[in-house]
């Protein structure tokens, strides 16, 4: 059974950065794509950034230009880096990965931009 195990959450000041990190365990089947989502108290869950095998990426309006989306194959691992965090980006955010047959997902990670 793959597990996805998230990292790197946290309490930031706005202004701040963190850098998030999700690794499968077990072994993964390619192509597949990996996103990042987030869940604000009372809202929908929402796709904040993803990724393709080939390294496209696209990314929610809301945070272009602030986040980047990465992924280390060899690791089965994705990343998110956050930068000139906003109260607005206080929410728990998810990692999944889907391909042929599966589709995984993270437990959640909280991060919270306050001062």
């Known amino acids: 059974q793959v597990q996805l195990v998230e990292s790197g959450g946290g309490l930031m000041q706005p202004g701040g950065s963190l850098r998030l990190s999700c690794a499968a365990s077990?072994?993964?089947?390619?192509?597949?794509?990996m996103a990042w989502y987030r869940q604000a108290p009372g809202k929908q869950r929402e796709l904040v950034a993803g990724i393709s095998s080939g390294g496209s990426t696209n990314y929610a309006d809301s945070v272009k230009g602030r986040f980047t989306i990465s992924r280390d194959n060899a690791k089965n691992t994705v990343y998110l880096q956050m930068n000139s965090l906003k109260p607005e980006d206080t929410a728990v955010y998810y990692c999944?990965?889907?391909?042929?047959?599966?589709?995984?997902w993270g437990q959640g990670t909280q991060v919270t931009v306050s001062s």
């Open positions: 999944r990965i889907n391909g042929p047959g599966y589709d995984y």
């Open positions: 077990g072994s993964i089947f390619s192509p597949n794509a």
